[in-house]
């Protein structure tokens, strides 16, 4: 079993496969704070808003067009 290691003899400390170490040796993952929510938002957002037009849409904008479909369609866009 690869990483099953708990003694440490072979990687130098004790070692467990995903979901496989014993009670109390998984460190939880740190809880989502204020300030990490508020990150997590506006960088959702600025996904969310055409550079362009500087409209927020309700999904992600394709990273392929870098802008909304509506702007990548537009012959002002090509122009520039």
């Not at 109390?24 to 997590?40: D, F, H, I, S």
């Not at 996904?47 to 369609?73: K, Y």
Request: charged share 20%; glycine share 8%.
């Amino acid at each position: 079993m690869r990483f099953y290691d708990p003694d440490g003899t072979e990687y130098g400390i004790p070692t467990y496969p995903k979901r496989l170490a014993p009670d109390g040796l998984a460190a939880p993952v740190r809880p989502m704070t204020p300030g990490r929510w508020r990150a997590v938002h506006a960088m959702m957002r600025a996904r969310r808003t055409c550079p362009d037009c500087q409209v927020t849409f309700n999904h992600v904008i394709p990273t392929s067009l870098g802008c909304c479909p509506g702007c990548a369609d537009s012959p002002v866009a090509l122009a520039a």
